[in-house]
């Protein structure tokens, strides 16, 4: 069989609240083409009566309901492992490094890790009951869910990596690396193809393949405008094959769960994030933590952070 896996991210930009990868992946039934697999993104009737499978800029927008990217998630969790988490504390589980100390070691995260109930909007029920139909909808497409995992990055870890490279970039791919060694290493008896949407304005991704996979030798296969794509050959499996594209979460349904995954995660802990900080300072606007808006909420609780025993370097990003 075929595991086509996809990886997103949602939070590279902002200034606040923690960054998140995901990688999701499919089993293929032999002969099945992945195009069956992509077409999950322009069906309607799977987002009627299915789990929404679409770049999640087409199915959340800041400040709207997180409904649709939170029964996704927690639906494809249901059909991996039997339930879905009920508190935000249990999705982090679902996290390929520990990260629960982490989270819990920040005041505005403490106490919501057990107490934040999920799902936040639908419920354990519907969910289960649109997972089901999902489950005979992608077993027609000679397909099934084969993983799905969180690469959370609390703003301290995202500080202490950054800072020392001096860039940014350098995390968001550390991370995307992590997540492509634990699909290696968990399916390692499956054929892999792996997409990952392009990472900013970067074409040429062999060397740090190469340097963060130096027992793989690595292949380049092309490198173009819209798509470049490597073949990295471990010992003792099947070579994978990974390209990082252009648009890929509007265009290949494991990307775009991925997607949807990373921002349920993203909006679920600013939401958490929100909450601490209004109870703190009566009348203050949530942000979403991008921009001059982050800039105003920062001033408003500056104080407020500093004494929760915290420091700015655990709550602003260095870039």
């Known amino acids: 069989m075929t595991l086509v896996a996809g990886l997103d991210e949602a939070g590279y930009g902002p200034l606040l609240g923690p ?7 499919y089993r293929l039934n032999d002969g099945v083409d ?62 390929v490094d520990p ?29 289960a009951e649109r997972a089901a139909w999902h489950a005979e909808n992608l077993a027609q497409r000679g397909a099934q869910i084969a993983d799905l995992v969180l690469a959370p990055v609390p703003v301290p870890r995202f500080n202490a990596i950054t800072t020392p490279a001096g860039s940014k970039a350098h995390t968001l791919f550390e991370t995307t690396a992590r997540l492509i060694r634990h699909l290696v290493d968990t399916h390692p008896d499956e054929e892999l193809v792996i997409h990952v949407d392009r990472q900013g304005g970067r074409i040429h991704y062999g060397e740090p393949l190469s340097r963060a996979f130096p027992m793989a030798p690595l292949t380049t296969l092309h490198e173009r405008t819209q798509e470049s794509a490597y073949r990295l050959a471990w010992p003792g499996r099947a070579p994978v094959h990974i390209d990082f594209r252009v648009k890929a979460d509007d265009e290949r349904a494991p990307v775009a769960l991925a997607s949807v995954a990373a921002k349920t995660l993203r909006e679920l802990c600013m939401g958490v994030l929100n909450t601490w900080f209004t109870k703190q300072i009566p009348g203050l606007a949530p942000s979403a933590g991008y921009g001059r808006d982050a800039q105003r909420f920062l001033l408003a609780v500056d104080r407020s952070v500093l004494e929760s025993g915290a420091t700015r370097d655990d709550f602003v990003r260095c870039r």
């Open 19 to 25: 960054l998140v990868v995901a990688a999701a992946a």
């Open 99 to 127: 990260c629960l100390e982490e989270f819990d070691a920040l005041p505005w995260y403490h106490e919501a890790l057990a107490a934040r109930p999920l799902p936040s909007v639908t419920t354990q029920q519907l969910i």
């Open 34 to 95: 992945e195009s069956a697999l992509n077409d999950l993104v322009r069906d309607t009737a799977v987002l009627e009566h299915g789990l929404p499978t679409a770049d999640s800029k087409a199915l959340y927008h800041s400040g709207g309901s997180i409904a649709r990217i939170e029964l996704s998630t927690l639906g494809h969790l249901h059909l991996l492992h039997g339930s879905a988490p009920d508190t935000l504390g249990g999705l982090l589980e679902h996290s």
